[in-house]
């Protein structure tokens, strides 16, 4: 999550350079419950003294509303079908949410 934060942090930057204004807050999505717990709380960060510094640019781009975090279950993770082993019916439903319907037509 934090170089997530640091590439949105830069990325809005160069679109304020640029003359860009995004006022919005950007919407970050994360399957690790147990991160943004430590992120979000004070308490649980006592017991992650190695990622003190990430949890509070993390924590800080949060409290400035630059980004947003939310859960998202790990079935519903696009990105799984690059990086598990997944069953065949959650491979094809994620193929389906990427508009992939067959595989074998050719383009």
């Keep these: ?11 809005k930057f160069l679109l304020l350079s640029l003359g860009v204004h995004h006022p919005k ?3 970050v999505f994360c399957e690790s419950q147990y991160v943004l717990h430590i992120v979000q709380n004070l308490v649980f960060h006592e017991c992650t003294k190695h990622n003190e510094v990430d949890c509070h640019f993390v924590r800080d781009a949060i409290q400035d509303g630059l980004i947003a975090p ?3 279950p790990t079935s519903f993770q696009l990105a799984n079908i690059f990086t598990k082993a997944i069953g065949k019916p959650q491979f094809e439903y994620l193929l389906s949410k990427l508009d992939i ?5 050719p383009t």
Aim: glycine residues 0%.
């Design 101 to 105: 319907y067959d595989l074998h037509v």
């Design 1 to 11: 999550m934090a170089s997530v934060t640091y590439e949105l942090k830069w990325l």
């Design 25 to 27: 807050v950007i919407p």
């Design 70 to 72: 939310s859960y998202v």
